[in-house]
């Protein structure tokens, strides 16, 4: 009894063993299905995210696969800098002292609502715009505009007085061709002086909230436009990375004014751009407006744009355009452009030239060539 219980007790160690490796072996089989499983299943996850996306996919493979003549991407300067330059010439040293005339007003009025940190000095910006656009049946039409910002620190920079021709602000940021959101001049002049004045005499106090408390970026304003007409204006806006290098950029912008009443305008913008590559986008936006006679436009340009050297901005691509009108949906207007940007002799000095090729069918007009050049000085 002793013996037999001595061959069991000695038998133990070797069946532990083989119970051990068998064991082992169940375990390493049951994890090594559960990981084919999870393969399997992240496999057929990707096959589905990627058929979702495939139709947003199919774009840059068909331009990838495109032989292309244009040069390689770069941010190579082709005009000096500002600082090296801003004590040259008469120019210059205007340019200089309208910035710094420009940064000093902007100290002066920060100083009026506290006492002003130098560390953290109250800045400025400003555009001055002059557009020239030709068509056979328009004929030439020249319109200087002026956009400025002061932001004012004392106010924990949220505060900022804004100045100008308003519609810029609500032109999306980068926009790809030059537009006017402003009313059409009634006058046959090539320089309509009531107009532009009509146009640049916005003056407003903006408050600005970065995206912490909020989903989006709001900014809000309160102020007078065309000389008389009082008038409150939000815009809102938000980014959305969506993976794969493609990018989604929405805007809502609405603003009520005493004479003006409403007006509603969405921006929107998808981009596909990969690192150091032309990039391609569709900017698409929509208005309705108590002064206009439609009930809702549309625009929209699907280009593809390069950039040759620093500052330098090359689009070709199509435009559509259209309006909602007594339940009519139209499209009134598409064909080709091109547009060209770049700075000229100083970094501070942009010209920017466009070339249409659209149809109007409101006005019956066929295909027809039009040309606009942008000069805009930045100070």
Not at 164 to 181: F, H, P
Not at 277 to 296: G, H, K, M, R, W
Request: charged share 25%; with cysteine; net charge negative.
């Amino acid at each position: 009894m002793k013996r037999n219980l001595n061959s069991i007790l000695s038998t133990v160690p070797y069946l532990c063993l083989l119970g051990s490796f068998y064991g082992n072996s169940v375990f390493a089989e049951t994890v090594s299905s559960i990981a084919d499983a999870k393969a399997q299943k992240s496999e057929s996850l990707y096959a589905v995210q990627e058929g979702e996306k495939g139709w947003l996919n199919y774009i840059p493979r068909v331009v990838d696969a495109t032989p292309t003549i244009f040069p390689n991407e770069s941010d190579q300067g082709i005009v000096p800098p500002t600082a090296v330059t801003e004590n040259q010439t008469w120019t210059d040293k205007q340019q200089k002292g309208l910035r710094d005339w420009v940064d000093n007003t902007a100290h002066k009025i920060d100083g009026w609502f506290g006492e002003t940190d130098p560390t953290k000095p109250a800045t400025a910006t400003l555009r001055v715009l002059v557009d020239n656009r030709w068509n056979k049946h328009d004929g030439y039409e020249v319109r200087p505009r002026v956009r400025g910002r002061i932001k004012l620190p004392t106010l924990e920079n949220r505060l900022s007085v804004v100045f100008g021709d308003d519609s810029l602000d609500d032109e999306i940021e980068n926009n790809v061709a030059i537009s006017n959101l402003n009313p059409e001049s009634e006058s046959d002049k090539k320089f309509d002086g009531k107009r532009t004045r009509d146009d640049n005499s916005s003056i407003a106090l903006r408050w600005s909230q970065a995206a912490k408390r909020l989903p989006f970026d709001v900014d809000a304003d309160l102020g007078i436009r065309s000389g008389s007409d009082i008038y409150a204006r939000l815009k809102a806006e938000k980014d959305w990375d969506l993976g794969d290098d493609f990018y989604f950029h929405a805007e809502q912008i609405y603003r009520y004014g005493i004479d003006s009443e409403n007006y509603l305008r969405t921006n929107l913008e998808l981009t596909h751009a990969r690192p150091n590559q032309p990039f391609l986008s569709n900017q698409f936006n929509v208005t309705y407006a108590d002064e206009q006679d439609d009930d809702l436009t549309w625009n929209n340009r699907t280009y593809r744009q390069h950039q040759f050297f620093k500052g330098n901005r090359f689009n070709y691509g199509i435009y559509t355009g259209g309006y909602y009108n007594d339940s009519d949906l139209r499209l009134n207007s598409w064909g080709p452009f091109v547009s060209w940007r770049q700075p000229v002799w100083r970094e501070w000095f942009y010209v920017q030239g466009d070339l249409n090729y659209f149809n109007d069918h409101r006005e019956d007009h066929s295909h027809y060539p039009s040309a606009l050049v942008r000069l805009e000085a930045l100070f």
